[in-house]
């Protein structure tokens, strides 16, 4: 089993920028890739960006320049360095964690979530 807890969401105003943690905890995830994911009101669920055992990342679109996922596997702890932070990157952000070795966005993929943490970047 694994739990997932995020941190470091707040209110930031645009062109701010804000970190998240997410401590990890339970065997084996230090292999797992881990994702971060945001759901605005009244939208689906979106990966952001993700990064697999071997630190290889992917990025979504709007992530894709701004934001920076790390991993530090001695800490068992996920980042997200975001950068520019605009309005439309407002949303509650969860961290998720996957028993599969590839980078990847889907939703689908990922079998392990946090309770999330709320970003409201204000203009």
């Known amino acids: 089993q694994v739990q997932l807890v995020e941190s470091g969401g707040g209110s930031v105003q645009a062109g701010g920028s804000m970190r998240l943690s997410c401590l990890a905890s339970g065997s084996l995830v230090s292999s797992y890739t881990l994702g971060w994911f945001r759901q605005a009101p009244g939208q689906e669920r979106e990966g952001v960006a993700s990064i697999d055992g071997d630190s290889n990342a992917y990025y979504g679109d709007s992530a894709k320049g701004r934001f920076t996922i790390s991993r530090d596997n001695a800490k068992n702890t996920l980042y997200l360095q975001m950068n520019s932070l605009n309005s439309e990157d407002t949303g509650v952000y969860y961290c998720?964690?996957?028993?599969?070795?590839?980078?990847?966005?889907?939703?689908?993929?990922?079998?392990?979530w946090g309770q999330g943490t709320q970003v409201t970047v204000s203009s």
């Open positions: 998720a964690a996957g028993p599969f070795y590839t980078t990847s966005d889907a939703v689908s993929d990922f079998q392990f």
